[in-house]
Every structure is written in C-alpha cells, then in structure tokens.
C-alpha cells in the first residue's frame, strides 16, 4: 500500500480535528479527499508527510511509518501544502535547484531542466518567484514537489484561486502524474473530483463519512431518479404528479420541468403517453445525474 492509515486521531488542545480515521491507497490512483472547512483535511495531509505527529494512531507511506522512518516518508512523498508557501525572493530555478539540494540529489540541473519542462515553466523560468502569476506560482509548488520522483503526491488544494485555462492544465498534468503516482488531493470543486479522482474520501468533523468511486458514490444514496423533460408548451405541474411514479415535479426553466420518481421504474413512456394523451410534444426527454454535489451536501450536513 502506498499510504495506509490505521486508527488516527489528532487533536489540537481540547480540539480533536482528526478522530480514529483510517483508509488506505495504493498504487496509482488520484484520490479526491472532500470535506466542509474545518474538515481536518490539511492535518491529515500534515501527519501523512511528517509535519505535525499524531496524538495517536498510525500512518505510513511506501510501508514506512511517519514517526519511527520519517526520513523515508520525506523521501517518498511530494508535498504541495495548502497556500503553497514558497520563497518570492529565489528565482525559478534557484529555487528549485535548492529544493532539489535539500533532498541530496546529484544532478540538480538536469533535474530542474526537467521540472521546469514538466510543469510549464519554460518561459517563466528566470523569474523571481515573486513576480509570478498565481497559476504559475503553483506550477512551480507542483514541481518543488515533484523534483525528487517521489512515489506519493499529496496536494492541498492544488488549483485554487486558477483561471480556466491554468485549472484544465493544472488538472491534466495532476491526472497525467497519477498515471505512474499515488496522488491524495484535496479540494472544494466537485467538478475536478469529477473530472480527475479515481476515488474520493469524504472527512467531516474529523470522521470519514464515504470512501468510494466517485461513481458508486454518486449513484450509492440515490433513492429517486431525476428526468428532465421538455415540452412544446406551458404545463401544469398537478398533471404531471398524475403521471404514474412521478413524487416531484418541479419547473426548470421555461417548458422544461424536473420530474422526480421511484429510482426502481422507468417512467420515460409514461411521459411519453402524457404528452400524446394531453396534445403536447416532447422536444427533449433526458435521466439528469444526481451530482457528487448532492451527495457530498447531503453526508455533511450539519
Ligand atoms: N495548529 C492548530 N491549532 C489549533 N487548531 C488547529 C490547528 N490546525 C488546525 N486546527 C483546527 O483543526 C480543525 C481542522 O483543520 P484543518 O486545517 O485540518 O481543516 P481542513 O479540512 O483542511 O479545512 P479547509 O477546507 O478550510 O482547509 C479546524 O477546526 C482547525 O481550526
Ligand atoms: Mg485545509
């Protein structure tokens, strides 16, 4: 297992931000980790890279434990930590050459040259670090943590505050790492969840509350099924409840309406027969996915 941790709790003074979690990854995947402000995300992400112990409980990385082999989780492990702090007086590559001290490795330059290529920093590279944009401040957070080919990537809150632009490319090349990496990633935008992990763990309040596909996760809790369907003019939403198994109907937009049913029977017929029963033509007729959005409002709700 590249990470495996068993029982953790932490608390800070009479505080517990972590209480008895554990989960394990392994091999290469991205996993999201999700949870409302205050989750414990960033300690987790702390104790699994040697920054803070825990109170009590197990981790460790690559089968080395984070207090006894701390030296090798560090070698292991490639850390971006939340606001990426970095140093805005080096310069690109100065930084980077220095990070790449701090591991010991011998052949700095070839490795920066490498880092820089691999995250985009070619025409950025001979700046202070201080006059860089943001996106490609994190660019250079992604390669300070990734310049010693560790097997462990764990990110917090990788691509916040980036453009449109910057967030597909900085997803692309996070999705490109998982494809030879373990990748542990947190964030608060479900789409990336959905456009990047393999897997997602939910934290609340210190506890996780799902650990899943992100597919499963999506379809787990579904008790109803949503259709939406347009048609070629305005409807009362009492006919549409008197269609067979429709509990809900609410209007979208225009002639559009949400129709909430039984997730056990199809009632696309069923509307199809209303609509040619009522004189009205269905321009559109479609199953709307219950989003990782829902499910992750609905396990952490307070
Ligand atoms: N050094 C600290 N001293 C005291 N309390 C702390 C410390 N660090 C974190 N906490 C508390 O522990 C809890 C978990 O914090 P943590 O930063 O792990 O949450 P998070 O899930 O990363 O939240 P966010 O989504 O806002 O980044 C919070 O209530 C926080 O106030
Ligand atoms: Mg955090």
């Known amino acids: 297992m590249s990470i495996t941790v068993s029982h953790i709790s932490k608390s800070y003074g009479i505080q517990k ?100 290529e691999r995250v985009g920093l070619g025409r950025e590279q001979h700046k202070r670090i201080g006059q860089l944009s943001k996106g490609y401040r994190q660019r250079v957070g992604l390669a300070q943590a990734i310049i010693h080919e560790p097997k462990v990537l764990i990110l917090d809150e990788p691509t916040s505050g980036l453009d449109p632009n910057q967030l597909v490319e900085i997803r692309a090349l996070i999705k490109d790492l998982g494809r030879e990496k373990t990748v542990l990633l947190s964030t608060h935008i479900m789409q990336e969840v959905e456009a990047i992990c393999d897997r997602v763990i939910i934290i609340d309040r210190g506890r996780i509350v799902a650990d899943d596909k992100a597919s499963t996760l999506r379809s787990r809790q579904q008790h109803h099924e949503v259709i939406e369907v347009e048609f070629d003019r ?23 309406w949400l129709l909430a049913h039984d997730a056990a029977n199809d009632i696309r017929p069923a509307v199809f027969r209303f609509a040619v029963e009522n004189g009205l033509q269905v321009l559109g007729l479609q199953k709307s996915e219950r989003g990782l959005e829902e499910v992750f409002k609905e396990l952490t709700r307070r």
Not at 37 to 65: R, Y
Not at 77 to 106: K, M, Q, S, T, W
Not at 108 to 116: F, I, K, S
């Open 17 to 116: 931000a972590l209480d008895e979690v554990s989960f394990t990854v392994g091999g290469s995947e991205v996993v999201g980790f999700l949870g409302p402000n205050g989750a414990g995300k960033s300690t987790m992400m702390k104790i699994l890279t040697c920054f803070i112990p825990p109170t009590s409980g197990e981790a460790s990385v690559c089968g080395f434990d984070t207090r006894t082999a701390s030296m090798a989780v560090r070698r292991n492990v490639g850390y971006l930590p939340e606001h990426n702090p970095l140093y805005l007086d080096l310069y690109v590559r100065e930084y980077l050459d220095f990070v790449a001290g701090i591991h010991g490795l011998n052949d700095r330059t070839r490795r920066v040259n490498a880092m820089v």
């Open 234 to 256: 305005a409807v009362e939403a009492n006919l549409l409840l008197n269609i067979g198994g429709v509990v809900q109907a609410r209007r979208n937009e225009g002639n559009s």
